[in-house]
Structures are given as structure tokens and as C-alpha cells.
């Protein structure tokens, strides 16, 4: 039995040989080839991330598209922005990028995206879900039927498509943290070749025990990065995730930025490259956890849209909305004028542009940015009730406060515009049994004052359903 948990919102996720394994994957691409006859889906790009079980993974999933008649053109072990790149070059219809991402050694994953760059939809994954468990295609295709299948390499375009993009000529010193991800078998070359001269690189060989640190780059796991910085004085810090579609900055001084930290910086490029003409109906995205440091720096410049968490919605909202830039406050951005997808490996080429054109440290630019203070408080909540939780402070707080947003979840704007004093958000997680509160205020003492506020009023709705049970 293939377990439906296994198909979440953004991609298709399990521990190996639990949740996963080869077996469910060959039935994952008899799946995809089954939508796509009817679809008319015919070409598919597959790439796969470092970990010792993708390649079982990625050979499985190949075998039931091409049973099923896909063509299939594999790149083998990739970043996700080199597997991301074939598909939009070659105008494939399919990517798919076998990886768990961020997540400990013993996952694995499935992320699908179309050919021009953009996620599936949760729409699509729960059509694939629902053909994949109703067992539609068994593969039994024709001889003649069976798709073709054939190895290629896109790394050398892919750096020389983006070294075709930037004339850099920076001269400052840059330190890129691959933690024994994928990107450590591109990101140098890619720095280099844009013209970053001074690039050191820290646990570039791909190991999938990631012993080095973990595979996600939170501000626990970068003291490596952080130190390295100190000691060789360099200008600035990047650290990847395990497949290369994440990236968290260090500035000169050490300090671990947040993404709306970095995204201001590079969006305030972007903006005064288009002009101020243009800049002023250009489109930033940003999800509804980013910080209102967005609002405050890049509001008065461009139009800012507030988009639901994820990198689905992200991509998506990018190519509907014609973005300069899109920002997610886990690290994923998006730069349409480049690719429509979330590659990390941009983000340190356009913060190298940055700093090639000011005299200015990054860590004083980011000292120059407002200060906000933001929290997230994690309340268990049972999945039977917590749905009916969220309707339920939906109703009452959209009835109490005036500037309620329901993007994605219940986010109640405190103030106004530039008077905007801070921001509450409550989501209810799609795979946990919890329900998130985030808050943000312009001092720590009105964002506890919030935090408690809104735990309170959540705790109490939740006791009281669970009295009902």
C-alpha cells in the first residue's frame, strides 16, 4: 500500500524504505505517464540530488514514464537549478528533481515542475496522488509505445548560460557554504566564471551523511560559515541547502541575515536598474511570514503582493504577476528576468553585483535597513479539530479587527501603510498537528504582548473543540 501522506502540498516526501521506496516510485511514474496521455505531456527531464537513494529512486520513477510511454532525458546528479535549467532550455514538459532538500540523510523526496519553470499546484499534486493510489496505468504499453530514453550532461551550459548573464568584476572576497550538498559540484565554477574572482568554498564534496552540518542553513548550523568569514575578512557568506534551491546569507561582520534582509538589498537593485518610472508598478512577492521590512523599504518603491508560504506559490504568482523578484522568508527566491525558478545560486551572483557597485560593507547596508522584531510560537493542536480551529478564529477575528487577510491562513495587519505598527499570522500546518503563530512589531515588547495575546484566544478555541470530542 503506497501511503497518501507521502503526497504533500508542495512535492512528494518520505523516509526511505518506510514511506518510499523503489516500488512506490515506479508507480509514481506510471502515474505521471498515465496524466500525461491525458494531458499531453510527452517530454521529461529527471535529475537527482546527492543522497545515496535517489539514484535507486530516479532510476524507478524513468522506468514506469518510460513503461508508460514518457520520453525521458536524464541528467543524472545535479543541483536542482542545472535539472531546472534542461527543462526550460530544451522546452521539456516535465522536470523532475529527485531530492528530500533540507531534510536529514534518510529522506526523500519528489519535486515536480512544468518546463517553463513553474511548481505544481497542490490541484496537481492531489490529481497525481489520486491516480497513483487508484493504480490507473499499469505500464502495459506496446513495445513501439515505450518512451525513448537518453544521458546528457547540461552543467557546462548552465554555467556558461549564467556567466553570459553577469559581468561582475568583483574583486571582493566571497565564501560560499555547500555543506556537502549539490551545490558543491557547480557553485565555484559558476562564481568564477561571472566574474568573482576571490571564492572559497567550504565542504564542497557531496556527501549524503552531510557530516559536516546539517542540510538545511539555519543561523544553528552556519558557525562554520560564520567564523570563516570573521577569520579570512571576506565580504560576504552564502550557504546552500542540499539541493541548491535554498540560500541563507552571512554579512562581513558574521551576522546570519534573514531573507527579507537579503531580498531588499538585491530587490533595491533590481528596482533602480529598471528605473523609477517602471520600478513604480513593478511587482515584488513576498509570503505572508516575510517580514514588514519588505513593506517598509521596497513599499515606497514598487508594488509589494503578499502571496501564500511555499515555492509553488511562489514560482506560480512570479510568471502570473510579471515579478522582479520573488522572496520566500525560507530562502527560496525567485528572479524572472533570469529564471522563472527558485535556483539559490542567483541570489549570490546579484549580491556580488550589488556590492561591485558601492563603496559600501554589506553589513552596513544592512545596519542602514529598520529594525523589526519577529517570533514564532508552535501550538500542538490534534488534526481532527485544527481546520475547524482556523474557521473559527477566522469568523471572530475578521468580525474584531478591520485589516484581516486570509492569503494563507488569518494575518491581522496591526496599523496601517507606513503607519503599520506590526502583524499577527495563525496557520494551521498542513502536515503536522500544530497550529503556527507568527508576530511582528516594530519593539519586543509589543510583539510578546502579541504572541500572548494570540496563543491565549487560539488555546482557548482549541479547548474548547477538544471538549466536544
Not at 533590481?270 to 515584488?284: C, F, H, M, N, P
Not at 539559490?344 to 557597485?357: H, S, Y
Not at 496599523?415 to 511582528?440: K, M
Request: aromatic letters at 6%.
Amino acid at each position: 500500500m503506497i501511503s497518501p501522506l507521502i503526497f504533500r502540498r508542495y512535492d512528494i516526501r518520505g523516509i526511505y524504505n518506510r514511506d518510499i521506496s523503489a516500488e512506490v516510485f515506479l508507480k509514481i511514474g506510471l502515474g505521471l505517464g498515465a496524466l500525461g496521455h491525458d494531458r499531453g505531456w510527452k517530454r521529461v527531464v529527471v535529475g537527482c540530488d546527492i543522497r545515496n537513494t535517489s539514484g535507486a529512486l530516479a532510476n524507478a520513477l524513468t522506468a514506469g514514464m518510460l513503461a508508460s510511454g514518457l520520453d525521458v532525458t536524464d541528467i543524472g546528479v545535479s543541483t536542482f537549478g542545472i535539472c531546472a535549467f534542461a527543462g526550460w532550455k530544451l522546452k521539456k514538459d516535465i522536470v523532475a528533481f529527485i531530492t528530500a532538500s533540507h531534510l536529514p540523510p534518510e529522506w526523500n523526496g519528489l519535486k515536480l515542475y512544468y518546463g517553463e519553470g513553474i511548481a505544481f499546484s497542490d490541484d496537481d499534486m492531489r490529481t497525481l496522488r489520486d491516480t497513483v493510489l487508484s493504480a490507473s496505468s499499469d505500464g502495459s504499453s506496446h513495445w513501439e509505445e515505450v518512451g525513448d530514453h537518453h544521458e546528457i550532461s547540461m552543467k557546462e551550459e548552465y554555467v556558461e548560460h549564467l556567466a553570459s548573464l553577469f559581468d561582475i568584476h568583483y574583486d571582493g572576497k566571497v565564501i560560499l557554504d555547500c555543506g556537502n550538498g549539490c551545490m558543491g559540484t557547480v557553485a565555484l565554477d559558476v562564481m568564477q566564471k561571472a566574474g568573482v574572482e576571490h571564492v572559497d568554498v567550504l565542504f564542497p564534496n557531496p556527501d549524503c551523511r552531510f557530516p559536516n552540518r546539517p542540510a538545511e542553513p539555519t543561523a544553528e548550523n552556519l558557525s562554520a560559515l560564520r567564523d570563516s568569514v570573521l577569520r579570512e575578512n571576506a565580504d560576504f557568506g552564502a550557504a546552500f541547502d542540499g539541493d541548491g534551491d535554498r540560500v541563507v546569507f552571512v554579512d562581513d561582520r558574521g551576522r546570519v541575515l534573514s531573507a527579507e534582509q537579503a531580498g531588499v538589498v538585491v530587490a533595491r537593485e533590481i528596482l533602480r536598474s529598471v528605473g523609477e518610472t517602471d520600478a513604480k508598478d513593478a511587482v515584488v512577492l513576498a509570503n505572508v511570514e516575510c517580514s514588514m521590512l519588505i513593506d517598509a523599504e521596497i513599499g515606497r518603491l514598487a508594488v509589494v503582493r503578499r502571496i501564500p508560504v511555499g515555492h509553488t506559490f511562489l514560482t506560480r504568482e512570479a510568471s502570473r504577476f510579471k515579478a522582479v523578484l520573488g522572496i520566500e522568508s525560507s530562502g527560496h527566491f525567485v528572479i524572472p528576468e533570469i529564471f522563472p525558478f527558485d535556483d539559490a545560486m542567483l541570489m549570490p551572483l546579484k549580491m556580488a553585483d550589488v556590492l561591485a557597485d558601492t563603496d559600501k560593507k554589506l553589513s552596513e547596508i544592512i545596519d542602514e535597513l529598520p529594525k523589526f522584531h519577529k517570533h514564532r510560537e508552535n501550538i500542538k493542536c490534534p488534526d481532527e479539530i485544527k481546520f475547524e480551529v482556523m474557521r473559527t478564529l477566522e469568523e471572530r477575528l475578521t468580525a474584531e479587527f478591520g485589516n484581516v487577510e486570509l492569503t494563507d491562513g488569518i494575518r491581522i495587519v496591526i496599523g496601517d501603510g507606513s503607519e503599520q505598527q506590526g502583524w499577527v499570522l495563525i496557520r494551521a500546518s498542513n502536515t503536522e498537528p500544530l497550529i503556527r503563530i507568527t508576530c511582528e512589531a516594530r519593539s519586543r515588547e509589543d510583539m510578546l504582548k502579541q504572541i500572548k495575546e494570540f496563543k491565549k484566544r487560539t488555546e482557548d478555541v482549541i479547548n474548547a473543540l477538544m471538549s466536544g470530542i
